[in-house]
Nanobody, 122 residues
Framework: QVQLVESGGGGVQAGGSLRLSCAAS????????LGWFRHAPGKEREFVAR????????YLADSVKGRFTISRDNGKNTVYLQMNSVKPEDTAVYYC???????????????WGQGTQVTVTS
């Protein structure tokens, strides 16, 4: 069993920055991909970024490339999403997820956190 707990959400003005954290616990994360997804009202859940626990390979959605970065701290079992130059369209509930495959599809992520709200005002 894996537990994922997100934190760091809140309100921020457009152009500002926010850092989300995802604390993972429950088992070892070798050969695991940790991903960030977001869900805005009236829209489908959207892939944002992912990182492999071993090796640290990253991939980001085109909509956030150049503005967001994903990183991990193996010692703290924590994954971060650094959000810079945020836009109102980044407003959503952000979820952390863990799965075996380094994919952008939410269907392959088995474990999910409870989500953290990010609201960007113009």
């Amino acid at each position: 069993q894996v537990q994922l707990v997100e934190s760091g959400g809140g309100g921020v003005q457009a152009g500002g920055s926010l850092r989300l954290s995802c604390a993972a616990s429950g088992r070892t994360f070798i050969n695991t991909s940790l991903g960030w997804f977001r869900h805005a009202p009236g829209k489908e859940r959207e892939f944002v970024a992912r990182i492999t626990w071993t090796g640290g390979s990253t991939y980001l959605a085109d909509s956030v490339k150049g503005r967001f970065t994903i990183s991990r701290d193996n010692g703290k079992n924590t994954v971060y999403l650094q959000m810079n130059s945020v836009k109102p369209e980044d407003t959503a509930v952000y979820y952390c997820a863990a799965g075996r495959l380094p994919t952008t599809s939410p269907n392959y992520y088995t474990y999910w956190g409870q989500g953290t709200q990010v609201t960007v005002t113009s």
